[in-house]
């Protein structure tokens, strides 16, 4: 209870709709297109009920001790029915904001790749980059190019996750990955290499990751953007050269 004897203070819908119209005006002040302002902003709250659906999830999955076997069985019914109810509004509260099909429903479209994608991909690759090598003069000036073709390949729901599975990658690969920037990154011998550009861009890391799980369906969103095939040819042939 609070000093006034009410319950726990909550926000109620509309101070909650007055945060987010708040925020999506500062971003447009900022540059930002309502549009892409209110996409951030529904990610932002399906990926806070999925943390929520996660931790109560895994909050219950006993009951509380010496109160029998009754209590113990309605109390998990409860439970269940509060983290399936959590795990509806989350997948809803997604679908709403990629516009892609629930789980379970029809095949998600390969639609446009919106700005707003490339930028957040932009922010997902540039830390994982550093982790494993330096800032390089050499950058191609390709970011936009490659990140779109590269997203090309993914459906909108999982470009919604898409910073999460790259961390994936390169936290399963590290080893791989750190001999590949060693040997043909900025600071090697191949350092200036054509066929090893790309690797002095943070966009490498996104490039790799496809090269690894989804090569040809990289290779046809690359041609069709009439990006430097020889690019690809030497992520290629780094990426599969032996340990």
Do not use: C
């Not at 005006?25 to 996660?54: C, F, S, T, Y």
């Not at 799980?213 to 780094?238: F, Q």
């Amino acid at each position: 209870m609070n000093a006034a004897g009410e319950g726990p203070q909550q926000l109620d819908a509309v101070s909650v709709l007055n945060a987010k119209t708040t925020l999506v005006q500062l971003l447009e002040r900022a540059g930002v297109r309502p549009a892409d302002a209110e996409e951030l902003i529904g990610l932002v709250e399906a990926g806070a009920v999925a943390v929520a659906h996660r931790e109560t999830v895994e909050d219950t999955t006993a009951a509380p001790e010496g109160k029998g076997e009754l209590y113990a069985a309605g109390w998990l019914d409860g439970a269940r029915a509060v983290t399936d109810g959590l795990g509806e509004i989350a997948e809803r509260t997604l679908h709403r904001v990629v516009g892609s099909a629930p789980a379970g429903g029809a095949p998600d479209e390969r639609r446009y790749v919106s700005r707003m994608e490339v930028e957040r991909a932009k922010v997902a690759v540039r830390p994982l980059y550093l982790a494993f090598t330096t800032e390089s003069d050499l950058d191609p000036e390709v970011s936009e190019q490659v990140l779109t073709a590269v997203l090309g390949t993914l459906g909108a729901r999982q470009r919604a996750g898409y910073a999460g599975r790259l961390a994936r990658f390169a936290s399963d690969h590290r080893a791989h990955l750190e001999r590949l920037y060693a040997g043909y990154g900025p600071g090697s011998p191949t350092a200036i290499h054509g066929r090893y550009s790309l690797l002095h861009s943070p966009t490498s890391v996104a490039v790799l990751e496809r090269l690894a799980v989804a090569p040809a369906a990289l290779r046809e969103k690359w041609d069709a953007a009439e990006l430097p095939p020889a690019w690809l040819d030497g992520l290629t042939t780094a990426w599969g050269a032996p340990a």
